[in-house]
Structure formats: C-alpha cells, structure tokens
C-alpha cells in the first residue's frame, strides 16, 4: 500500500492535546474545533485529510459523503458506535481506535459505582449536603461473599474482575468469545446467560453496542434476576434497556442502577438520573488524566505510524492493510493493480469482469495472497468515478457483481482473459498475457499498447516503425 498521506486533521472534541502536538511534530496541520453541529461538521471535513474524534461526534453516514478527502478518523477511546463504519469503509476510509488506553479507568469507575450501590454513597452525600443526618437510610450491604455477573469479559470485563474478587466477590460471567478457560485463569466461571441471571447479586455489562447486545438486559433477563439486583452500564447505553430498568427499579426486581452511559447523552427523558435508587454519571468511564492522555497519544501515535508507513496499528476496518507495511507488499500490491487494469483493458466492455480468479503461486506468497487479490480487484474497478482501495475493494466489487476466486497453487485455467505477473528486480513485470508469452517481461509502468499478430518481422516494422526496429 503507498504510504497514506495525511497533510491535515480536524480534531472535533476535546482530546488531550499531546495528540496536537504529536500529529503537529509530524508535519501535520491541526484544527481544533470542538461542539460543531452537523451541518458545520458537514461543512467543514471537507478540507481534511483526518478527524479525531471521541464518543460526542456522530460521523454519520452524511458526514462520511461529505468529507472528499478523509483518509482516516482516528477515535481517541474505545468505542466507535458513534463512526458509520461501514459507510466509512465504503469510501475508502480507515476507521482506528485506540481501544485500550481507557480500560483501567473505565474499568475503576464501574467499581467506583458497584461499591457506591451498596453502602448509598452518593446519596448520602447529597443528604449530609442538605444538612441531615441520617444513618437507618443509607443502611448498606457487604460486597464481601457476594455475586458479580460480568456480561462481557473483554479488557474492561477482566480488569473488573480482579478488582471485584479483591472485595470477595464471587465472581461470573458470559462471553461468546472469550474461552472459558481463558476467564477462569482469572477467576472468572462462565456460564449461559439462562443460568447467571438468577444467581447474581450485581450485574455489571461490558460489551460493545452493537444488534446482539441491545437489551441485553430487557424484561424477560430481569425477570430472571433474584428480586432486587443491582446493576451497572459503563459500556453502553441500550445494553440495559432503559425502559425494563426503569420498570424493574419501581418494581424492586432491580434494587439500584449505576449508569454512567445512556441510549441519549445527555438523556432528555431523566426518569432513570431522577430515580432515588438510580447514581448516574454523564458518561465518565475515560475521564481521567491518564486515560485522556493515554488515548490522544495513542491515536496520534498510531496515526503517524501509519503515515511514515511504519505499521497499522487500531484500525477496525481494513485488517487486509497490517501486512501492506513492507517494500515487497508495495511492489505485490502494484503488480495486482497493474494485472487488474490490463485484463479489464482487455475487455471490450465498459463493465467489469463479472468474475475472476486468482492464483497465487510460491511459498512467499502465502501471507500476500489476501491484499494481492485485493489489488487485483482494485485494477478491475479503477476506472472514472470509481475509487478503489484495499480498504472497499471487496465491498466495491460484491456490489459490482463481481465473483473472485482464490487459490494458492496452480489450476488449470480457462478464462478467456489470462494474464501472468510477477515480481522481478522490484519492478511487477507481465510474463503472459491471453496465451502469449513475453520472452523479454514486460514491464507494468506507463502506458502499454499491445498488438497481436503472428511473428513477422516486417509487419512488426509496419507497426513501430522502423527507427524503433
Ligand atoms: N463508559 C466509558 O467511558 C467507556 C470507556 C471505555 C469503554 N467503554 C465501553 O465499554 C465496552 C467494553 O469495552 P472493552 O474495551 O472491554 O471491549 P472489548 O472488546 O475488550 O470487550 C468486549 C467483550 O464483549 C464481548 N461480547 C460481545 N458480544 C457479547 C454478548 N452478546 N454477550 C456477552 N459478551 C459479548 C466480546 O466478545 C468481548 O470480549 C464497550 O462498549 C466500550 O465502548 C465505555
Ligand atoms: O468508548 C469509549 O472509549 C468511552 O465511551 C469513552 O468515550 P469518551 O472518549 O467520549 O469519553
């Protein structure tokens, strides 16, 4: 992959301003223009290279076809259900976060909240505030020999644990991903969903947003809950539905809720953040120094590696792009390209091929098969108005209709269009091309006019003139 350049950023929130000074140290030029609307945002990223965001921009899909010139949106934090990733990847667009710079903080504040729920700190707080007194109010209870369900054991899940389990919790959870082997190294016993609810004490959630985890705590879950559970969101908000919660805290099914995210921020509808039994924060599971620091640093960091052609480090959306930061997958990737445009050249029709098949051949290229492919694909579709990339190639050519198919040792072919490359001395030359062999490779750069006929050197003189004989 050529080196991505990035000339200037917009940095639309408040972000810790190492971020600035490191993007700015790199010769990259930095605007800082935080509470926009999204018609200024729409406006504006128009003249950027990159964005910085965190979890308060919407880069909506409007956003992402407005911004002609973005190559990247750097996510200083965790989350990126605030970044239409698909529409991102769309355009061509690196989606990158810096997913564990804030996972200590986030993963403290939940503790911060799960021991505020049992013995009613904040609200005895306000209550001393308002001149009382009052200590059968705030009567608590031990975490000690309690149950924690952890729903979600990624980085924040873990680190949740450890804590909890300081505080002689017995610790469970569920994760579809992570091993319950893995959990178990560090205390954690997983179980079906069906089977924690009814024995936990506190549920805490730690997953991303996304279809699967919406309402994952609905009705039905609190109803399987032991009467008067507590629970916390430092994830997301929605992973809890906010309606079943509400309806479980007047009930008593829940008997707290530590929420620090929420479907709205800030939520309009303030029934939870007015509950007695609800202690809310406005969203601040990565709001501490060292978080901030970590995350702005990260995403700069990240940002001019990938620049200076380094490496890829973060990005959600084009994993094809981590094995593209070497001289040899330059030349592999201009070699694909190259072979891509002469077979679609070859065509007598405007449309793309509808289907094509890739070969690969040779041990060193077992790691490139995937991104070479790709390039293929990007030489088929370059044409007016169409810009490929390794990042929407594939989503590009599926919507193309186009069928691609991939092997790593050689097939008997009968395409009707065939064309061999390769690699040598640095340069992607073609050594065949529809059955004819090049005994001299031709090299793939420039303009190439190819004419067919039967070996005879005085029609080849007819056609390139003798001077050039
Ligand atoms: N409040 C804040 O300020 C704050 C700060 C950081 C992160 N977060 C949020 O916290 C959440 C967790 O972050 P993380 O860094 O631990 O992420 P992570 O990716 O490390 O962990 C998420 C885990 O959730 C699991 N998961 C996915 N679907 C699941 C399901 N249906 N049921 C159970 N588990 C499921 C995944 O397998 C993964 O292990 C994210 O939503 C993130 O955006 C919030
Ligand atoms: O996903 C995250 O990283 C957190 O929700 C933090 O969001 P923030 O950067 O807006 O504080």
Same mark, same amino acid.
């Given at each position: 992959?050529?080196?991505?350049?990035?000339?200037?950023?917009?940095?639309?929130?408040?972000?810790?301003?190492?971020?600035?000074?490191?993007?700015?140290?790199?010769?990259?030029?930095?605007?800082?223009?935080?509470?926009?609307?999204?018609?200024?945002?729409?406006?504006?990223?128009?003249?950027?290279?990159?964005?910085?965001?965190?979890?308060?921009?919407?880069?909506?899909?409007?956003?992402?076809?407005?911004?002609?010139?973005?190559?990247?949106?750097?996510?200083?934090?965790?989350?990126?259900?605030?970044?239409?990733?698909?529409?991102?990847?769309? !355009? %061509?667009?690196? @989606?990158? *976060?810096?997913?564990? +710079?804030?996972? /200590?903080?986030? =993963?403290? $504040?939940?503790? &911060? #909240?799960?021991?505020?729920?049992?013995?009613?700190?904040?609200?005895?707080?306000?209550?001393?505030?308002?001149?009382?007194?009052?200590?059968?109010?705030?009567?608590?209870?031990?975490?000690?020999?309690?149950?924690?369900?952890?729903?979600?054991?990624?980085?924040?899940?873990?680190?949740?644990?450890?804590?909890?389990?300081?505080?002689?919790?017995?610790?469970?959870?569920?994760?579809?991903?992570?091993?319950?082997?893995?959990?178990?190294?560090?205390?954690?016993?997983?179980?079906?969903?069906?089977?924690?609810?009814?024995?936990?004490?506190?549920?805490?959630?730690?997953?991303?947003?996304?279809?699967?985890?919406?309402?994952?705590?609905?009705?039905?879950?609190?109803?399987?809950?032991? !009467? %008067?559970?507590? @629970?916390? *969101?430092?994830?997301? +908000?929605?992973? /809890?539905?906010? =309606?079943? $919660?509400?309806? &479980? #805290?007047?009930?008593?099914?829940?008997?707290?809720?530590?929420?620090?995210?929420?479907?709205?921020?800030?939520?309009?509808?303030?029934?939870?953040?007015?509950?007695?039994?609800?202690?809310?924060?406005?969203?601040?599971?990565?709001?501490?120094?060292?978080?901030?620091?970590?995350?702005?640093?990260?995403?700069?960091?990240?940002?001019?590696?990938?620049?200076?052609?380094?490496?890829?480090?973060?990005?959600?959306?084009?994993?094809?792009?981590?094995?593209?930061?070497?001289?040899?997958?330059?030349?592999?990737?201009?070699?694909?390209?190259?072979?891509?445009?002469?077979?679609?050249?070859?065509?007598?029709?405007?449309?793309?091929?509808?289907?094509?098949?890739?070969?690969?051949?040779?041990?060193?290229?077992?790691?490139?098969?995937?991104?070479?492919?790709?390039?293929?694909?990007?030489?088929? $579709?370059?044409?007016?108005?169409?810009?490929?990339?390794?990042?929407?190639?594939?989503?590009?050519?599926?919507?193309?209709?186009?069928?691609?198919?991939?092997?790593?040792?050689?097939?008997?072919?009968?395409?009707?269009?065939?064309?061999?490359?390769?690699?040598?001395?640095?340069?992607?030359?073609?050594?065949?091309?529809?059955?004819?062999?090049?005994?001299?490779?031709?090299?793939?750069?420039?303009?190439?006019?190819?004419?067919?006929?039967?070996?005879?050197?005085?029609?080849?003189?007819?056609?390139?003139?003798?001077?050039?004989?």
């Amino acid at each position: 992959m050529a080196p991505i350049a990035i000339k200037s950023v917009l940095i639309s929130e408040s972000v810790d301003p190492r971020c600035k000074s490191i993007l700015e140290e790199n010769g990259i030029r930095v605007t800082e223009k935080q509470n926009m609307k999204k018609d200024e945002l729409i406006a504006e990223i128009k003249n950027y290279d990159g964005l910085v965001v965190r979890s308060a921009t919407k880069v909506t899909a409007d956003v992402i076809g407005a911004a002609d010139n973005l190559k990247i949106i750097g996510r200083a934090g965790t989350g990126v259900d605030n970044v239409d990733v698909d529409a991102a990847t769309k !355009k %061509g667009i690196i @989606v990158m *976060n810096t997913p564990s +710079g804030n996972t /200590i903080s986030a =993963a403290e $504040l939940t503790c &911060a #909240l799960l021991i505020s729920l049992s013995r009613n700190v904040p609200q005895a707080v306000i209550s001393m505030k308002q001149g009382n007194w009052d200590r059968k109010k705030f009567m608590g209870s031990e975490l000690f020999g309690k149950v924690l369900g952890i729903v979600g054991l990624g980085r924040i899940g873990k680190e949740v644990a450890s804590r909890m389990q300081s505080f002689g919790m017995r610790t469970i959870g569920y994760d579809p991903i992570t091993p319950p082997q893995v959990s178990a190294s560090w205390g954690v016993e997983q179980m079906p969903l069906e089977e924690l609810w009814p024995q936990c004490d506190y549920i805490t959630v730690h997953t991303p947003l996304m279809p699967s985890t919406v309402g994952l705590l609905n009705d039905e879950s609190f109803a399987k809950c032991k !009467k %008067g559970v507590k @629970v916390v *969101n430092c994830a997301r +908000g929605g992973i /809890i539905d906010e =309606a079943a $919660l509400l309806r &479980a #805290l007047e009930s008593g099914q829940c008997g707290g809720a530590g929420l620090d995210v929420f479907v709205e921020e800030p939520p309009k509808d303030r029934a939870l953040v007015e509950h007695p039994n609800v202690i809310s924060c406005p969203h601040l599971g990565a709001s501490t120094k060292e978080a901030q620091a970590r995350c702005g640093e990260d995403i700069a960091l990240q940002m001019v590696d990938m620049v200076n052609g380094r490496k890829l480090i973060g990005a959600v959306n084009a994993q094809i792009l981590v094995s593209t930061f070497t001289e040899e997958s330059h030349q592999l990737i201009r070699l694909g390209e190259a072979v891509g445009a002469l077979l679609q050249a070859c065509t007598t029709s405007n449309k793309p091929l509808s289907s094509v098949q890739i070969t690969t051949l040779g041990d060193s290229m077992k790691t490139s098969t995937s991104y070479l492919s790709s390039s293929v694909l990007v030489g088929l $579709l370059k044409h007016d108005g169409c810009c490929p990339n390794l990042i929407n190639v594939l989503s590009l050519s599926k919507e193309a209709g186009i069928k691609c198919l991939i092997f790593k040792k050689n097939l008997t072919c009968e395409s009707t269009l065939q064309a061999i490359g390769a690699v040598q001395g640095g340069v992607p030359v073609l050594l065949e091309l529809c059955g004819s062999v090049f005994r001299q490779p031709v090299s793939l750069a420039g303009s190439l006019l190819f004419f067919k006929a039967p070996a005879n050197p005085q029609l080849l003189s007819s056609v390139a003139g003798k001077n050039l004989m």
